[in-house]
């Protein structure tokens, strides 16, 4: 699965041609989560990884990522000697400046972010001529429970999971009508059932999820991420502030998250994810 | 089978009698069958058991919507598919209508945009008058008006409600 998540990753970023300009196809800018190989130098890492996390959206391909995992690489013919000059822009300020040769490759410093949304530039150029840029799309959020979670986002209907820092699923979901919201903040997915009766509300199968304080104690919150009967109300507020979710959804989420799994539930999440 | 057809149109026309046999019309933002929005419920579903040829199959208070105290008036037999009836109007705690929630294709605008109109044909039929909003990727609604509006809630590119509202 790591091998899954990283070729994801550099597959999504490889992906970002769709706000490159074409202007020299033999050299582009390249991010990846690890180094590809081990003679290519780490030129900069001086302070200590920005304890944030974040999604990337690229073009239209997604991925949630640790910030810290980033490599930037130029690709190129490696014999070649030219300097080029990698510039990297966040809000419309210059944040770094770097001379960098074809075939070089370093670990992206710590940004520090907005909160929200952030727009980073990367751009090479050689002396005056642009060679390349990407425009990335950057979301800061505070909650990150752990490399591993499930973020749910009521107003979209969504619900992510994130394994190891990179976004695996996207699922449809129902949630609480008005007068029964699901609720928000962090949560413990401490307990799988399979649902004996699976025409009822509760669907196929059944996560219970824990407060984080209730969680030694095993007192259920009462909420669940669960099944349903009802397929028509997926998309809508419709449940008693559980997420419902399609029975083949809720069957493949329950077999990819481990118990113990933290479970964020927020509001609204300033981007969607079509479901991958 | 020569006697199934109409056997079935006979008790769909007895269940529900004005709806089998003319479309009601929508006036989108103010009323259906003419019964308008803002209109004192008792007076109102009066109107509309007149016009529709039934009274509601269920009535009641204090439903889900957006946290307050509201009154229902449900019309017809519950589609068990979706969850809903026909038609649902809903009135506020000073028991005037602010909702005609219509789940069925037996009324249609004057535009003849009914549930079961393709996406299509609504944008073709209101254009840029429409505001799109998706959430996610099931939710699509477009709206026609301001506070006072219709929303016309599509899914499969097919139109699965339409909400005549005052909120």
């Known amino acids: 699965m790591k091998r899954l998540g990283l070729a994801l990753f550099c597959w999504s970023f490889l992906n970002l041609s769709a706000l490159a300009l074409p202007l020299k196809p033999d050299y582009e800018i390249q991010a990846f989560s690890t180094p590809l190989q081990k003679q290519e130098t780490q030129i900069s890492l001086s302070e200590q990884p920005p304890n944030v996390w974040l999604s990337v959206a690229l073009a239209n391909h997604q991925v949630i990522s640790n910030l810290k995992g980033v490599w930037i690489s130029v690709l190129g013919e490696k014999t070649s000697s030219e300097n080029f000059e990698l510039s990297l822009m966040l809000n419309q300020k210059t944040v770094l400046q770097k001379k960098i040769k074809a075939g070089e490759a370093f670990f992206l410093p710590a940004i520090a972010l907005e909160t929200g949304s952030n727009e980073l530039i990367l751009k090479l150029q050689n002396k005056e001529t642009l060679i390349n840029q990407q425009k990335l799309t950057l979301y800061h959020l505070s909650e990150r429970p752990a490399a591993t979670f499930v973020l749910v986002d009521k107003y979209n209907f969504a619900l992510y999971y994130v394994q190891n820092d990179i976004l695996e699923k996207t699922y449809p979901i129902a949630t609480g009508r008005p007068r029964t919201p699901t609720p928000t903040g962090l949560f413990i997915m401490g307990k799988k059932e399979i649902m004996p009766y699976p025409n009822t509300g509760w669907g196929v199968r059944r996560l219970l999820i824990y407060t984080k304080s209730a969680y030694p104690s095993r007192h259920w919150s009462g909420y669940a991420l669960h099944g349903t009967n009802n397929p028509n109300s997926i998309g809508t507020e419709a449940s008693h502030g559980c997420v419902r979710m399609f029975n083949q959804d809720v069957t493949e989420l329950s077999e990819l998250i481990p118990i113990e799994t933290p479970v964020v539930i927020r509001e609204k999440l300033p981007f969607y994810f079509e479901k991958t | ?167």
Do not use: C
């Open chain 2, 1 to 167: 089978m020569r006697f199934k057809i109409p056997f079935v149109f006979l008790t769909f026309a007895l269940s529900f009698p004005a709806l089998a046999f003319a479309p009601t019309p929508i006036q989108p933002g103010k009323s259906i069958a003419n019964v308008a929005l803002g209109m004192p419920d008792t007076t109102g579903i009066q109107e509309l058991t007149k016009k529709l040829g039934s009274k509601p199959t269920l009535t009641g208070k204090d439903t889900e919507y957006e946290g307050q105290i509201v009154y229902y008036f449900f019309f017809g037999t519950k589609n068990k598919e979706n969850n809903s009836y026909p038609l649902q109007v809903y009135s506020d705690v000073k028991h005037h209508i602010f909702i005609f929630e219509v789940n069925t294709p037996e009324f249609k605008t004057p535009e003849g945009i009914h549930v079961g109109s393709s996406e299509a044909e609504l944008l073709k039929a209101y254009g840029k008058q429409l505001k799109k909003i998706q959430r996610g990727s099931i939710y699509l609604k477009y709206t026609l008006g301001g506070r006072k509006g219709t929303d016309f809630y599509v899914r499969n590119k097919k139109i699965t409600q339409i909400l005549i509202r005052d909120y």
